[in-house]
DNA sequence: TTGTAAGCGTTATCAG
DNA sequence: CTGATAACGCTTACAA
């Protein structure tokens, strides 16, 4: 279908291909304004695209660049990745996205595949479960750039929100409105965001002087949510507020409550760390820790554009404040 | 920093290069044991990575597939892409995602690039608006599936739902509940999806013999909505249902009642085209159509892989039908 | 069973 | 200003 290649242009507009290459690329500095044309003609005639692939394969460079997002159900991770595409595209690069699923396994074939195709360079929302090979693309020079979550013991960069901060200030804002008993609700606690907020919550507690019951905190898989909610609820001291700690777990939350019959505001109190994109059509009162994504998204994609220009910066950890709203 | 390439395999080996590609196709079949060894450890040694690009080149088949979403915000374009990624992964493509933004130059754009990476397949949610280079890729025999949007005098293949029955039915409906006063609204009417839905919309009311108000057909872009909305809702009949085309006109729609106090169920039903993520948190009684986003992605990847591998089946239309919840 | 050599469609280096 | 010619890293007949 694509049979028409740079020899066939040169050909009919009667030059060689090196000349066809340079009018490419642009570097008409030195070539007649005649020449010019006709493979300008030639081009239109013959109805050239030309390959990608083979400029590639010589240049050493796609202008590809890999994203690889731990769990797109995150609103807050399609937000990022609209960032990234933006500064991308502004920028002559292609993104291209990938979803891990929160699957190291998935997360390594994804680098893999992404470092085979020869992307120039990858952002990734690390699982955390792939330190070696982490450690192998840092070490030999390959632009990577982390977002979202922490790498521990690895020199590189990074970009994130203060986790532990925006959750400890958040709770502390709903012990001020009287609050003793706040539940902590949890995906399993495998990468560092949710350590970190599980963090922040404690110190909220602990700083106003609340003791810490492990009843309150729930670390459960999304699936096995609604069960450890049952038993949250049935509790003799029924907490009066509630810490979700991400979008999904907001969603399995609300979903319980409305089953419950919990209203909102009325009997529980509830706190997400997360934008959601409805919540301003939720007429109950909910708080949101927000993360300034889109900023976070252009940072990450800024960082790896550096990289993959060799502008040669020791790696850094950029920390991005949160808001509650 | 990828310098390792398939010659030094082979030397390391004390192998030909041609034995390790055999190797790495696993073409062992008639290969030596020992060899087979040999170059298993030359390759670890050297952390070699195969190149995809130089592979591509010769066999003019990259393995990756290309999606053109016309708008990543909506939720039903992710549940849709969600799917064809899946699809992919089991039959080894690569998925590489795009945002059009609803925009036929970004469109063009990025078929064109995405033709010229050599990508094996596109599946788009066409912006309607580049007949011509639709037809080119058809005609060149260029694997291409349509998705959500009905492209006119193509012969193409194409996986939509049935808008204008779908809406019929949800209108039908609420007029069934005694509605009478029922408004539109809709962005801009450039895309099949919108057309029909307000063709079926038209139908519901003249079939059940109410006249059509043009004042309550609401064609607006994003931002302008909110002004069309107050025109709306100052008449001297106000509308007690609202059907929203989609979940980008819900969602102004949403903000623009919370505003101004007009509670819904009470003073007010709505139905939403489109599957909307957190619509079980909401207390408020809105209808919604669904569409099969899941099984549509799947079909849409199936029909594309087909045509990759060169299974000649005449372009067909794919109907999926829609839910009312 | 393994090696040789000719491409795939570009770009880059030098001559002319 | 333009044109040979050699890469780029891999696959694939065909030979050995």
Redesign the interface.
């Known amino acids: 279908?694509?049979k028409v290649t740079m020899a066939d242009v040169a050909k009919v507009a009667g030059v060689s291909k090196s000349t066809v290459s340079q009018y490419l690329n642009k570097r008409y500095e030195y070539m007649g304004e005649k020449t010019k044309l006709k493979i300008e003609e030639a081009i239109e005639e013959l109805?050239y695209?030309?390959?990608?692939?083979?400029r590639?394969?010589k240049q050493k460079r796609?202008s590809?660049v890999g994203i690889i997002v731990a769990n797109?159900?995150h609103f807050f991770s399609?937000e990022i990745s609209?960032a990234i595409?933006d500064f991308c595209h502004t920028h002559d690069l292609?993104?291209?996205?990938?979803?891990a699923d929160d699957d190291p396994e998935k997360e390594k074939n994804y680098i893999?595949?992404l470092?085979?195709?020869?992307v120039d360079g990858l952002i990734i929302f690390p699982t955390g479960q792939n330190n070696d090979l982490y450690k192998?693309m840092v070490s030999?020079?390959?632009p990577v750039v982390f977002v979202d979550r922490k790498v521990e013991n690895l020199d590189v960069f990074s970009v994130i929100t203060d986790n532990a901060h925006a959750t400890s200030m958040a709770v502390q804002h709903v012990i001020e409105k009287g609050h003793r008993n706040i539940a902590f609700v949890v995906q399993p606690l495998k990468v560092s965001p949710r350590i970190d907020r599980l963090t922040g919550y404690k110190k909220a507690l602990t700083d106003a002087g609340i003791e810490i019951n492990s009843d309150y905190i729930i670390e459960a898989s999304i699936p096995d949510m609604k069960n450890k909610l049952e038993q949250l609820f049935s509790l003799e001291v029924k907490p009066t507020a509630l810490f979700a700690a991400n979008d999904r777990v907001f969603?399995a939350v609300?979903?319980f409550l409305?089953e419950k019959g919990i209203k909102l505001g009325k009997d529980l109190e509830l706190i997400v760390f997360d934008n959601?994109?409805?919540s301003?059509?939720?007429?109950s009162p909910i708080s949101f820790i927000e993360q300034p994504a889109a900023e976070m998204g252009k940072k990450a994609a800024e960082l790896l554009f550096q990289q993959i220009n060799k502008e040669d910066t020791p790696p850094e950890v950029f920390v991005f404040p949160s808001r509650i709203v």
Do not use: V, W
């Open positions: 279908m694509n109805g695209q030309p390959n990608f692939i083979a590639s394969l796609t590809m797109i159900t399609t609209r595409e292609h993104a291209i996205f990938c979803n893999e595949m470092r085979a195709k020869q192998k030999q020079g390959y969603m609300g979903e409305k959601i994109p409805f301003h059509l939720l007429d």
